[in-house]
């Protein structure tokens, strides 16, 4: 899996997979989506109570134990931990109320396109803008500074959360808060999504498939391995799209979207720069808190609260088109990861005897 040919057909198993589950009841355009399946988990265990987004989506659940059970099996399972936990933390949350204005991760991004719809294009140019930018802040020695090993025991946790959850949606799924409409209520069978989720878990722990690093890559190094495996997604879920009937060609009255071409690239924007930031895509945040990645797991943690505060305060976007709250938002994360960003570059240090921050 870790050659070219790996990346692509893990690509391109990807990209039907998320068809499949399309025609087996996942909204349109959203066969895997890893901000919006958050999202759906935050509502579901009632951190949010917008009725449209709430399922235990099995999606999530699969892809970290199918990412915890490669690691094992290749033996880079490895408890690590302690690089900025606060800052990953709120920089997850600004990644999700990005995707959120967006209304889709990098993967869904990529689906959309696959799918037919247009406005995704001004995503995917606003992605790469805030890739570009974080990368600017790369060559200027950003950095969180390094994490360091820790007990076994750590590791456990994220995956084992995770199995908790299926057992709470197997065993006691009346706790659980269900959306009787909207996205929410569009689901595969469980068993389906569970497997899939394992799949895309393991394909991606195996092949470090993360749209962020791509881009990253290509512009840094002209290596376009990772970037590979996504160009696959996008042309088998095209393909997958257009044999089953689902591709819907243009802007307007797209599932789940909206065509604001401002805030679509300026949410992408934010996602894009955060992601480079955090070092790597939502995707690649799950599968390394999968295998042991503690401060992975804190960034998927920040998303989740990102999700929940986003529809608890009318930060989302909807098909209507973002709301002022969102805009608002999006404005002051943006401020927020300038800041960060200057600040956790090597041009500025922590002075003791002064107690602040010295440019030099």
Not at 106 to 113: A, D, F, I, Q
Not at 179 to 190: F, N, R, Y
Request: proline content about 4%; charged content about 10%.
């Amino acid at each position: 899996m870790e050659s070219k040919k790996g990346i692509i057909f893990g690509g391109a198993l990807i990209g039907l997979l998320a068809v499949l589950l399309v025609q087996y009841g996942n909204p349109l355009n959203m066969g895997l989506c890893i901000a919006c399946f958050i999202r759906d988990i935050a509502g579901a265990l009632g951190l949010h109570r917008a009725e449209a987004v709430q399922f235990m989506r099995p999606e999530i659940i699969g892809i970290v134990s199918g990412a915890y059970l490669m690691a094992q099996k290749n033996r880079e399972f490895e408890a690590r931990g302690g690089s900025a936990p606060l800052l990953r933390f709120v920089l997850g949350f600004t990644v999700m109320i990005g995707a959120l204005m967006f209304l889709g991760c990098p993967l869904r991004m990529v689906l959309r396109l696959g799918g037919g719809d247009f406005n995704a294009i001004f995503g995917l140019a606003g992605f790469i803008v805030g890739i570009g930018i974080g990368i600017v802040f790369l060559h200027r020695g950003f950095s969180l500074q390094r994490n360091y090993r820790l007990i076994p025991q750590e590791g456990f946790i994220f995956p084992v959360i995770n199995v908790s959850l299926l057992l709470v949606l197997c065993l006691v799924p009346g706790i659980l808060f269900f959306s009787t409409k909207g996205p929410g209520s569009q689901h595969a069978p469980l068993w389906l999504a569970l497997i899939v989720g394992l799949v895309v878990g393991a394909v991606a722990q195996r092949t470090r498939l993360c749209m962020v690093g791509g881009i990253r890559d290509l512009i840094l190094f002209k290596d376009s391995y990772l970037l590979s495996g996504f160009l696959a997604i996008l042309l088998f879920s095209a393909g997958g799209n257009y044999v089953l009937g689902f591709a819907k060609y243009g802007f307007a009255e797209q599932p789940v979207a909206h065509v604001d071409v401002l805030w679509n690239f300026l949410g992408m924007v934010l996602t894009g720069w955060g992601s480079v930031l955090l070092g790597g895509c939502p995707l690649r945040q799950l599968i390394l808190a999968g295998q042991g990645n503690i401060d992975s797991a804190v960034a998927v943690l920040g998303m989740t609260a990102g999700a929940a505060f986003a529809h608890n305060f009318s930060l989302a976007s909807s098909p209507a088109g973002p709301t002022f709250n969102g805009k608002v938002a999006v404005i002051l994360s943006l401020l927020f990861v300038v800041l960060v960003s200057y600040v956790f570059s090597e041009k500025f240090t922590w002075d003791k005897r002064e107690g602040a921050v010295r440019y030099e």
